[in-house]
């Protein structure tokens, strides 16, 4: 089978996500035949080095023999069965795993991090309908939020080119200001951005709590936002907020957790608890699809009693998937095993070290948070985005500005070889789309 017969198959038989297909009579796909650590291969043998962990979702490189082997395991033994009425060794595990981790529990799954979202909205709204308090019905989150793209998800997301035209479809929420500190007022401290934001918020509550069912935010990075950071007192604030005033505080570590921005989870970070929290990408460490809502005791015993509709009737066929779950149980092990949340701050710090020869560019906001790593790039180029993920291409990079902000995510297995490549090939990318 040559290349350009599988691209052309493709194009025909494919609709690629968050693409305009047009632009593939320009921009050609990439066939990738096999993946080996932080590299991707194409069907040429040229390799790219996946500096955004394919969408976010890799931690521990590409053909990962532990979780392989875990998968592999399971495969022999049992492939699915549904959880309604049935359960099996791999959930249970993941879930008591999982509660241990954050310190919340009753294990709730889906597939894609946008059904943890709606399963989130949906208990929480649920469960002041429980306890009859049927006015608290509706949703706020932040500016420039990203939560996902299914209807209900995307209601709660704030992103414009994804939103306004199926805004007539959506439910309602509010935005409150985001406490990303690229917003701060010149001279303004990260903390002074994040406590001036709280105090925004807490208005907001003080006269709207009584329609409001949740909060739901990205804790200490806004991804989708342009890697949108900020201080962890926002999180504290918040946590103490949304308590005083009753309303649920979901936190979406979709794509934070799983020690992304330097600890396990980034509520610790804020020393706080949410009421939800919503965990998928990393979770099986990019192998299979995922996601889980874990909760409290209370909001749980609020669904539990005799009447049947009180219970949330919620399902997706492949709920609580043995496969994915022991691929989880397995990348759970990894953090384990190999110290991961530790041995990543020495890595962290040398990729921060290593990003300083990046300041000869005209950027700003050069920026981390545990293994997340931005920068934005001063131009004029309307296509910068575009024109720089295409020169990281033939660079054998795979970066994916968002606007002018250039980030890495890799994997944290990236090794020091591996990190030098990818800022020096990032110095060239830049200059060639400047
Ligand atoms: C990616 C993402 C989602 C959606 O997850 P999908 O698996 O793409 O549906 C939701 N929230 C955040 C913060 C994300 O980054």
Redesign the pocket.
Known sequence: MNNQDLLSRSLQSVWHPCTQMKQHEVYPLIPIQRGEGVWLYDADGKKYLDAVSS??VNLFGHNNPRIKDAIKHQLDTLEHVMLAGFTHEPVVALSEQLAKLTGLGHAFYGS??????EIALKMSFHYWRNIGKTGKTRFISLQN??????MG?LGVTDVAIFKDTYAPLLIQSAQVPSPDFRLAQAGESAEDFALRSAAQLEMYLAEHHAELAAFII?PLV???AGMGMYHPVYLSKVREICTKYEVHLIA?????GFGRTGTMFACEQGNIKPDFI?L??GITGGYL?L?AVLTTDEIYQAFYHDSTVRGFLHSHSYTGNPLACSAAVATLAIFAADDVVEKNKAKSAAIVEKMQVLTDLPIQHLRHQGMIFAFDVLTQNARFSRQSYQAGVEQGLLLRPIGNTVYFMPPYTITEPEIDFMISATQRVVKAAL
Do not use: F, R
Request: aromatic share 10%.
């Open positions: 969408w976010w894609d991090g946008a059904s943890a979202t939020s990203y939560h996902g793209e299914t998800s990205e806004q991804c989708a979406d570590e979709i794509a934070v919503c998928s990408k699809p996601s």
